[in-house]
T-cell receptor
Framework: DVKVTQSSRYLVKRTGEKVFLECVQD?????MFWYRQDPGLGLRLIYF???????EKGDIPEGYSVSREKKERFSLILESASTNQTSMYLC????????????FGPGTRLLVL | QKEVEQNSGPLSVPEGAIASLNCTYS??????FFWYRQYSGKSPELIMF????GDKEDGRFTAQLNKASQYVSLLIRDSQPSDSATYLC?????????FGAGTILRVKS
């Protein structure tokens, strides 16, 4: 069964803190994605990775960085959290072309105070 | 900017009726489209995908794709209160999916 897990379901951080969100998939997928979801704005792509140590910017990368040291793990880093980064963060993974259905993790709801 | 547009709703239908959810897209290069269902507070889950023009059926769900009109739809037959959720349409662009903002569906018993 397909499984994508995220390190936390709920997280509360203070402005200026460094925040790590971790995602792990057990499907041996090449592609991994980080989205944020806000009411009325839908899913917006932050970063994605198509291979270990490879990354590409999505639509809203400002204020975020990512790390993919192992195929199954993709981390999202907020270098200095700000209140406008309060959001639901969703990780997803997919196989190579032809198997490109994205499977989502349960999400992390981040509140930055 | 590649865009996928959906009416935000809410779309309200009575139990047992057919719910019709629509989506338009701007990227003529998109070859495959996906419908996800998202319950409040949960992550999106895949309902079905479609690659070819025409209809694709899976149980109570039918996806329709019209590439000439750049239009994708999802029909839900015999709608149930448990179908009440937000439905996300997405089109593939390279390795990425471009998502619409979603349509809220409410099925009234």
């Amino acid at each position: 069964d397909v499984k994508v897990t995220q390190s936390s379901r709920y997280l509360v951080k203070r402005t200026g803190e460094k925040v790590f969100l971790e995602c792990v998939q057990d499907m041996d997928h090449e592609n991994m994605f980080w989205y944020r979801q806000d009411p009325g704005l839908g899913l917006r792509l932050i970063y994605f990775s198509y291979d270990v140590k490879m990354k590409e910017k999505g639509d809203i990368p400002e204020g975020y960085s990512v790390s993919r040291e192992k195929k199954e793990r993709f981390s999202l880093i907020l270098e200095s959290a700000s209140t406008n980064q309060t959001s639901m963060y969703l990780c997803a993974s997919s196989g190579v072309q032809g198997q490109e259905t994205q499977y989502f993790g349960p999400g992390t709801r981040l509140l930055v105070l | 900017q590649k865009e996928v547009e959906q009416n935000s709703g809410p779309l309200s239908v009575p139990e047992g009726a057919i719910a019709s959810l629509n989506c338009t897209y701007s990227d003529r290069g998109s070859q495959s489209f996906f419908w996800y269902r998202q319950y409040s507070g949960k992550s999106p889950e895949l309902i079905m995908f479609i690659y070819s023009n025409g209809d694709k059926e899976d149980g109570r769900f039918t996806a329709q794709l019209n590439k000439a009109s750049q239009y994708v739809s999802l029909l839900i037959r015999d709608s149930q209160p448990s179908d009440s959720a937000t439905y996300l349409c997405a089109g593939r662009h390279g390795n990425k999916l471009v998502f619409g903002a979603g349509t809220i569906l409410r099925v009234k018993s």
